[in-house]
Every structure is written in structure tokens, then in C-alpha cells.
């Protein structure tokens, strides 16, 4: 029908993890069907995210409860949350994102004012960097850590972001 809407997408992404202290923050895509279902980022058990978190931050993330792993990924000024708010997927992959809708970034401002350098967890996460450096964010897309991403070693990745860890915060 000419004019009507796109119906409204059928899956919804999670809150940030965030809070007024943050000054880093790390933007995935969405979650996948794995996280979906356990109410959790990252849960998949073949994504490296947590490992990756791990070793940067020098804490057994993965081997805390996951109430526990935001609380000490937030104690080191870090946020997590994803680019979309909602979409429609058959699967976990990126590449089957449909009817998207973008998290509402304008209020990062306010919840973390602190805020100065943003990672892209990954390509499709970080076709929104532009986005963020021109309003004046530190920005960096990291190689991602699905476990669909097999063009790097988990060695590399942590070399990458480490690298990004490391840099300034503006």
C-alpha cells in the first residue's frame, strides 16, 4: 500500500550500561539470538567480548556473574551498549539486519558527560563512527568479537584493543 509504515521491528536491544562516570564506551551492533534470550550482552558462549574485557582490564570478568561483570566494567569508566535499539533478524548475523532503529544517542550526553572516546565492536557497529566523531567523540572500530569474525586471532584482537585502552581519553 502506498504510504503505509514498515511494520515496527520485532526485536528490542537492552538498555546501556552506563552511569554519569563513564569516559570510555564500546557499541556493538545487536545483541544476538543467544544474548536475546539470556538477557545479557555477550552471551554467547563463543563470543570473545568478555575474554577480550578480561585481559584489558586485568579482571576475571568471565568468571564473575554477569549482575557482577557490569558493576566492575562500569568501576573502570567503561559503557556498554549497542547502535541499534531494534531491528528484525533471522539468525545472529549482521548481515540479516532489517528494519533497523538506532539507539537514541543524543541522550549520552547526559548520562555520561564524561564521555570522550567511543569503540565500534565491529564493521556494522561501526558504520555509525562518523556519526560520533563529528560530534567530537574519540572513535576507533575494533575487530569484532563474534565468533563469526575469524580474520583475526584472538591475539591480534587483544593487541587491537589494547591499543585502543591504551590511548588518550581527549
Excluded at 567523540?137 to 569484532?144: D, I, K, Q, Y
Aim: contains cysteine.
Amino acid at each position: 500500500m502506498p504510504g503505509a509504515r514498515p511494520a515496527a521491528p520485532s526485536l528490542r536491544g537492552f538498555p546501556p550500561v552506563i552511569n554519569a562516570k563513564v569516559e570510555r564506551l564500546i557499541l556493538g551492533s545487536f545483541p544476538s539470538e543467544a544474548s536475546l534470550a539470556a538477557g545479557q550482552y555477550y552471551a554467547h558462549p563463543r563470543n570473545q567480548f568478555w575474554r577480550l574485557l578480561s585481559d584489558l582490564l586485568g579482571e576475571p570478568l568471565t568468571e564473575m556473574p554477569y549482575r557482577r561483570r557490569l558493576q566492575r566494567v562500569l568501576g573502570h569508566r567503561l559503557a556498554i551498549w549497542d547502535v541499534l535499539h531494534a531491528c528484525d533478524r533471522e539468525g545472529s548475523g549482521d548481515a540479516s539486519i532489517r528494519n533497523r532503529e538506532s539507539n537514541q544517542f543524543v541522550r549520552l550526553h547526559r548520562l555520561a558527560p564524561r564521555l570522550a572516546a567511543v569503540a565500534f565492536n565491529g564493521q556494522t557497529a561501526g558504520r555509525y563512527a562518523s556519526e560520533f566523531a563529528a560530534a567530537g567523540f574519540r572513535t576507533t572500530v575494533l575487530p569484532s568479537s563474534s565468533p563469526a569474525h575469524a580474520g583475526r586471532s584472538y591475539a591480534q584482537k587483544l593487541v587491537i584493543w589494547r591499543q585502543w585502552w591504551a590511548g588518550p581519553i581527549p
